[in-house]
Nanobody
Framework: QVQLVESGGGLVQAGGSLRLSCTAS????????MAWFRQSPEKQREFVARITYGGNKNYVDSLKDRLTISRDNIKNTMSLQINSLKPEDTAVYYC????????????????WGQGTQVTVSA
């Protein structure tokens, strides 16, 4: 199993910035793609950004000018910098990874974190 813990959320004023982090631990053989999703009460969970093991990045078009995703393959961590925050960015942000475990190295599974709340005040 792989456990994910997100951190870095909080309450911030519009125009501010946050850096979200995701740390993976457990029976890890390899973390493949790592991604961020978000969900607000009014919407379905939506894709935000993804980074591959090799460092290729892609972002949702509506946010790409304000986002920077990064990862550390040694530490099994991922970060998301969000700038110029807007009230509509208010959501729970979730970490999602594709991972292979030592116990089943040929199997690729998805794992989700519990999420970190981001609240942006006007």
């Amino acid at each position: 199993q792989v456990q994910l813990v997100e951190s870095g959320g909080g309450l911030v004023q519009a125009g501010g910035s946050l850096r979200l982090s995701c740390t993976a631990s457990g029976d890890i053989f390899r973390i493949r793609d790592m991604a961020w999703f978000r969900q607000s009460p009014e919407k379905q969970r939506e894709f935000v950004a993804r980074i591959t093991y090799g460092g290729n990045k892609n972002y949702v078009d509506s946010l790409k000018d304000r986002l920077t995703i990064s990862r550390d393959n040694i530490k099994n961590t991922m970060s998301l910098q969000i700038n110029s925050l807007k009230p509509e960015d208010t959501a729970v942000y979730y970490c999602d990874v594709e991972a292979q475990t030592n116990s089943q190295p040929l199997k690729i599974d998805h794992y989700w974190g519990q999420g970190t709340q981001v609240t942006v005040s006007a």
